[in-house]
Structures are given as C-alpha cells and as structure tokens.
C-alpha cells in the first residue's frame, strides 16, 4: 500500500510540472515600451529585454518611501513619485539597483534592433 502511495504521489508531482499552467512569456522577447513600477520596496517587472533605442520608464508608486534607479554610468534622482527615463542605445546586459534599498534589483537586457 505505501508503495501506490508513493507511486501516485510521484505521478501527480510529475504530471503538476508538465500540466497545462500558463507559463510566463520568456523574459527573451523584446518589449517595446517597457514600464517598471516601483510599488511594496520592489522592481515590479524590473527584469526586462529591449531592443537598442528603445525608452524605459520607472514609475514611483511606492510613496513616501524614496527610491532610485542606480545604474553604473547614471542613476536617476531620489524621490518618492514621478517618473525617470532613459533610452538604452547599446546592446548588453544592465543591472540596476536602488541606493537605499540594495536587495531591490533588476536587470536590463538590451539587443540589437530587429532590421526586418
């Protein structure tokens, strides 16, 4: 009896991770005009992939906690509403963070415009 137990409990565990859920659609499709709210100390939907000389904007909904977009080479101003944007202009790979509240993170992926 143990034995079945465990063999259905293994079969729904396998059938659970096959099954037909909505997956997220992959982070390796470009947007194209790309939002992150900052809302509850986070990023939301912070991670994103861009094509080269597309905008991304951050959106301050999270006041009156005061964050910012830390990049290596610009960051945005401190503040607890608004926005801040920035035109990504060269392919890579771009982490940011926010200054205050280091475990908030995200990343931009930017590729090479599509020429078709």
């Known amino acids: 009896m143990k034995q079945l137990i465990a063999i259905v409990a293994v079969s729904m565990t396998v059938l659970a991770a096959c099954g037909g859920e909505e997956q997220a659609p992959s982070s390796q499709e470009p947007v194209a005009d790309p939002v992150i709210t900052i809302a509850d100390m986070d990023f ?13 904007t951050w959106v301050w909904e999270d006041a009156p906690v005061e964050h910012n977009v830390v990049f290596d080479s610009f960051e945005s101003p401190l503040q607890a509403e608004g926005t801040f944007t920035h035109t990504f202009e060269e392919a890579g790979s771009f982490d940011y963070h926010c200054a205050p509240h280091p475990h908030m ?3 931009i992926t930017v590729v090479e415009a599509d020429s078709t």
Do not use: F, H, R, S
């Not at 939301?44 to 991304?56: C, D, F, P």
């Open 44 to 56: 939301q939907n912070g991670t994103v992939t861009i094509e080269e000389g597309t905008t991304v």
């Open 105 to 107: 993170t995200g990343t």
